[in-house]
Every structure is written in C-alpha cells, then in structure tokens.
C-alpha cells in the first residue's frame, strides 16, 4: 500500500467534515454498545506524551477539574463510576458510567447503565500526534438527549449541550494539561464563581 492510499483510508478530521461518507457509521460501530442517537466526535491536539494524558483522564475524579458542567464524579469501583452534570434550568442529570473496554495509554469505552437520566455511551481515544507534535485526544460520544429534539434545543440555548460541551471541555484539557491552568475571562473569585453558576 503507498502512503497516498494510508493517508486516503485514515481520515483524522472531524466526523462533521470527513470526506468519508461514511465515517459517522463507522465511529458509531467503534463503540461498544451505541446507546443513543445523537453523535458528537471532538478531537484535539495536546503537546504532552499520550501515557500522561491517560492516566490524568482515567483518573475519573479529577475529571471535573477541567469538565464545566461536570459536578462530581464518584468512583464506584475499577469499572463503574456515577456521573451528575449540571443540566438547563439549574437541574441535574445522572446516571452510572461503566466501562467496556479499555487499553491503557489508547483508549477508554463506556456505556451508561440502565436508569441513567441520559442514556450514553462512548470512548476517548489517545494517539500520538504526527511529527512528534504530543497526542491526539478523540471522544466520540453517543447519547440520547432528554426531551427529543426540544430537550436538545432547549440544551444548545443554555450552552448545555453535549457537543457544545466536549468542544469546550477538550480545549480546557489541553490548557490544563499544556499549562498547569485554565485560561478564564474572570479577574476575581466572585467573577469565576458566577462564571461557572
């Protein structure tokens, strides 16, 4: 095979603008179990090693730190761990995230149980950058939103919404992890503290 035609059959764009038509299938079968019908896939380009940002992401608990509508993560066992996101209207949803599979320093799948508030599932993806340039962060995330396709809209207009979220959280991730902070229009606590309400 000639590097033209790898090139060709590896499309690392967004499934948004993938020239493959048929790359938002192929994620969706990637997943373990697809619970959903809505399919977001986000990825960014970290300048740290892929074996740091795995372990500072399988850390579940410190996920919140840089997840904005994130309120807590309680780690249940080695597989499971309950989720409660902030919601519109100051509600919040929860559910139990369990994982499927996992290849340390590559990937981590999930799939939400049973009873969850949204139903989800998903995985994030570690990759080393060309040219040495650090490591490639994928989540690919499949979910049904509360409400159909009014919760949906009634979650873009709150900024809530999960594929305006993950943009968000994986450009907060590369912050952090690439500067040891999180860059934030804020100039006092009180400004932060409103900020994150």
């Known amino acids: 095979m000639t590097d033209t035609q790898a090139?060709?059959?590896?499309?690392?764009?967004p499934l948004a603008t993938s020239k493959q038509n048929d790359a938002v299938d192929r994620a969706s079968a990637a997943?373990?179990?697809?619970?959903?019908?809505?399919?977001?896939?986000?990825?960014?380009?970290?300048?740290?090693?892929?074996?740091?940002?795995?372990?500072?992401?399988?850390?579940?608990?410190?996920?919140?730190?840089?997840?904005?509508?994130?309120?807590?993560i309680d780690?249940?066992?080695?597989?499971?761990?309950?989720?409660?996101?902030?919601?519109?209207?100051?509600?919040?949803?929860?559910?139990?995230?369990?994982?499927?599979?996992?290849r340390e320093g590559e990937m981590i799948a999930w799939v939400s149980a049973e009873g969850a508030d949204?139903?989800?599932?998903?995985?994030?993806?570690?990759?080393?950058?060309?040219?040495?340039?650090?490591?490639?962060v994928t989540a690919t995330i499949v979910y049904d939103p509360p409400a159909g396709v009014v919760g949906k809209v009634i979650a873009k207009i709150f900024q809530r919404e999960p594929a305006i979220q993950a943009r968000r959280d994986l450009r907060r991730f590369k912050q952090l992890m690439?500067?040891?902070?999180?860059?934030?229009a804020s100039r006092t606590r009180k400004q932060l503290e409103e900020e994150k309400a």
């Open 178 to 184: 690439e500067t040891g902070e999180i860059a934030t």
């Open 75 to 102: 780690v249940i066992d080695d597989r499971r761990s309950h989720w409660v996101v902030k919601a519109p209207a100051g509600r919040t949803v929860e559910w139990d995230a369990v994982i499927t599979e996992e």
């Open 118 to 136: 949204v139903p989800n599932s998903g995985r994030i993806d570690f990759r080393d950058a060309p040219g040495g340039r650090g490591t490639q």
């Open 7 to 13: 090139r060709e059959q590896r499309d690392d764009a």
């Open 31 to 72: 997943l373990a179990e697809a619970k959903g019908d809505t399919l977001i896939g986000r990825t960014v380009t970290i300048n740290r090693p892929r074996a740091e940002l795995y372990a500072y992401w399988r850390d579940f608990a410190r996920l919140p730190s840089f997840m904005d509508n994130v309120e807590r």
